[in-house]
C-alpha cells in the first residue's frame, strides 16, 4: 500500500528510512534475539541505544557538559505542570507568554501552583486571541526583575505562529518548542531549558524529551513527588524508572536521520517547503492565511479559504484526503486549515498539496 502524504500535527510523519530500519530490526535487533521493546533497561544494548540517542541530539543542539537530556512521560503537557512544580516556590514570581493555545495551557498550569503556593505568575504579553494570529512583536514583553523563570512557546501549532526572534527576559528562559524543534538554526545555548512531545519533530509519542542545564535541575523543589523532580532524571540518566525504551530508540533513529540528512539541509528544505504553499496562499483572494506574515511558522502552515467557508474547506479536505492527503482539516478548536510539514514530511507531499490547491481553486474559485 502506498504511504498518505500525513499532514498530521502530531503524532505525524516519521521518516521512512526509520520506519524501515525498525521494521527490519522488529524482532531482532542487531542479532540480540529480541526486540528493543523486550531487552532490559539495564543491559548494555539497550544502554547502547540510549546513549547513543542522548549522544546525537546534544550534538545536533550543540550542547555540553553542562546540559542534560532527559525522558519525561506525559508529553509536553507534563512539562507544564512540572516545571511550575519544580521552580515556582513559594513568594517567587514567573512570566509566561501567552502566544497562543499551548503557551496558555502552559500558564494555566503555573497559576494553578501559583494559588497553592502562594507565588505568582505574570502574563508577560498576550495576544493568544488575535486574529490573524501571531506571536508578541519584541516591545510588547514585559518581563518581571528577578523572576524565577520566563515560559513561552517557540511555535504556536495551533495557530501556525512561530516566534522568529526570541527576547531577552533577564532570568532562564524556558521553552516549549514541541512542534519546532530542531526544524531551524537556532541557539540552543540561550535557553536554561527546552522540551518537546517527541510526536512531531523527533519520534513517537509517549515522552517529551526534555534539555535542562544541570545547575537548573539541581535548584527544582525536592519536597516535591521523585518522579516529578528534574534532578531524578537527571542524576540517574532517565533511568529511575523503566523508561520509554521503543520511542527513545526511534528518537535516536530520527535523529541519527538527521544528522544523515545534515541539519542545515534540512532546515533550507523546511523553509522551502513551507515557502511553496504560502506562495499559493499569497496567490489570490481565494485563500487566506491565517498567521501575520512576520510570523508565519514554517512546521504548521494554517490558513482558510473564501476568509471561512466551512463547506468549501470541508470539500478541500474531503477530496485532498481521496488523493491520499490526509490531516489537512485545523485544529478542532480554530476550524480552517492546517498542513502540518515537520522535518520528515517529503517535499514530494508538499508539492501535491500545491498541485491539489491550484486545481480547487480552478475549480471552486
Ligand atoms: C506547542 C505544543 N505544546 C504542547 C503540546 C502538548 O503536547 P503533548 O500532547 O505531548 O502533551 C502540543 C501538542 O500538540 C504542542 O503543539
Known sequence: MARAYNFSAGPAALPLEVLQEAQKELVDYKGTGMSVMEMSHRGKDYDAIHGEAIATFKELCGLGDDWAVCFVQGGASMQFAMIAMNFLKAGATADYGKQGTWSAKALKEAQKLAALRGASVNVAADCQKDIPTRQPSASEWKWTPGA?????????????????????????????????ILSCERDYSRFGMFYAGAQKNLGPSGMAVVAIR?????????????????????????????????????????????KKMGKENLFKLNAEKAKKIYDVIDSSEFWTGTAVKEFRSNMNVTWRIKGGDEDLEKKFVAEAGALGMSSLKGHRSVGGLRASIYNAFPVSGVDALVGFMKDFEKRNG
Not at 512557546?153 to 514541541?178: H, Q, R, V, W, Y
Open 148 to 180: 524565577a523563570y520566563s515560559h513561552i512557546c517557540s511555535n504556536e501549532t495551533i495557530s501556525g505562529a512561530e516566534l522568529k526572534e526570541f527576547p531577552e527576559t533577564g532570568s532562564p528562559l524556558f521553552c516549549d518548542m514541541s512542534s519546532d
Open 214 to 258: 544541570k545547575e537548573l535541575a539541581e535548584k527544582g523543589d525536592d519536597r516535591i513527588p521523585t518522579m516529578l523532580q528534574y534532578r531524578t532524571y537527571v542524576n540517574e540518566n532517565s533511568l529511575f524508572n523503566t523508561p520509554p525504551t521503543w520511542g527513545i530508540y526511534i528518537f535516536g533513529e530520527t535523529m541519527k536521520w538527521v
